[in-house]
């Protein structure tokens, strides 16, 4: 009878020691798991687990071989990353040859005149694929962190009248209003003036590429002592709800546009870089968009101390 009362008492003690016994050994593996959930793509691959930390055995050599293998990866990525940054390198040098012959040839007065067209379509092709190559050389020294910015302070105003600019001519070419809208400046920022200049352009060459003739695009300025807002709107196509997310991945393009020479042309890597330039620049790229009606996208940089107090003298 004795035996029964005590059973249950041991039973429970039993399952108790079990159970800090088995958690007591799993802890280690859960840690370890929330240590390889951090490495999360080819930019954290430098991380290594901490080799021993009281580890059992087994955990140590699964850590040393985990280890391992993302040292093998972390070569292998950044052997392709450097293949990348040197191919595209080399082809700039005869991509420019190949331009500058064929441009020659298209200037000079005995060249026949049914060569002049398939001429000029080389051309095209020609800068379509320098385009390309810088694109991917950026994207290239973006993923080795070796893309710097030279940044200076600059007057926004200043920036966005000139691109303001090559907008308009690109709008007269497809029959679009392009509208600016700034305060009196100028807006001082700390920024690289040529990467936000690459930046704002290419939204608003989207803008026109992606708005059919009729429609009409924005371009707008805005500043808080914090903070100024560069925002392109347009009344384009748009952006189906499911893709507003993709638009910032590599090489995307939404379907009514894959095609790489129809007649909206493009790569899909210019929001990419944008994206990159913004955030590089402590700052944001934003986009809200719906289909039929329009997009906007919205760059935000932060406003240096030294760059506001340069507002305030002016
Ligand atoms: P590209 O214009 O060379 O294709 P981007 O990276 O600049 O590459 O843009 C990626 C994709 O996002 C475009 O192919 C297009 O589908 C979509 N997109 C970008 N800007 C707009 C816009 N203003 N209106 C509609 N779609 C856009």
Redesign the pocket.
């Known amino acids: 009878a004795s035996m029964l009362v005590v059973l249950p008492f041991i039973l429970l003690a039993a399952l108790a020691v079990g159970w800090l016994l088995s958690s007591w050994a799993l802890r280690p593996v859960g840690q370890m798991i929330d240590e390889l959930e951090a490495i999360t793509d080819g930019r954290s691959l430098h991380r290594r687990l901490p080799a021993s930390g009281g580890r059992p055995d087994e955990l140590g050599r699964l850590a040393n071989t985990l280890n391992a293998m993302m040292a093998r990866l972390e070569t292998s990525f950044a052997a392709l990353r450097r293949f990348v940054a040197d191919a595209s390198h080399e082809l700039k040098t005869p991509l420019t040859v190949m331009r500058a012959g064929v441009e020659r040839a298209l200037a000079d007065p005995r060249t026949a005149p049914e060569a002049l067209v398939p001429l000029e379509e080389t051309l095209q092709e020609v800068r379509r694929m320098t385009e390309l190559v810088d694109a991917l050389l950026t994207l290239a020294r973006v993923d080795e962190g070796r893309l710097e910015l030279h940044k200076a302070p600059t007057d926004l105003c200043g920036l966005v009248a000139e691109v303001y600019e090559t907008g308009q001519m690109l709008g007269e070419e497809a029959g679009l209003d392009v509208t600016l809208e700034m305060p009196e400046g100028p807006i001082v920022a700390d920024v690289d003036a040529g990467r936000m200049r690459q930046l704002v352009m ?2 608003v ?3 026109v ?3 059919p003739a009729g429609g009409g695009v924005w371009l707008t300025l805005t500043a808080t002592p914090e903070a100024a807002n560069i925002a ?1 709107r ?1 009344s ?4 189906a709800p499911g ?1 507003v997310g993709l ?1 910032f991945d590599r090489f ?3 379907d ?2 894959r095609s790489r020479t129809g007649e ?1 042309p ?7 870089i ?1 994206k990159w330039i913004a955030e590089a620049h402590g700052g944001a790229l934003a986009v809200t ?1 719906r289909p039929g009606r ?2 906007s ?1 919205t760059v935000t940089v932060p406003r240096s101390v030294y760059s506001q107090a340069t507002v305030i003298e002016s």
């Open positions: 290419n939204l060459t989207n803008a590429k992606y708005t392109v347009d384009g196509i748009g952006i893709d638009v995307w393009r939404a009514s546009a909206r493009g790569i899909g890597l210019g929001l990419s944008g968009s329009g997009s996208f």
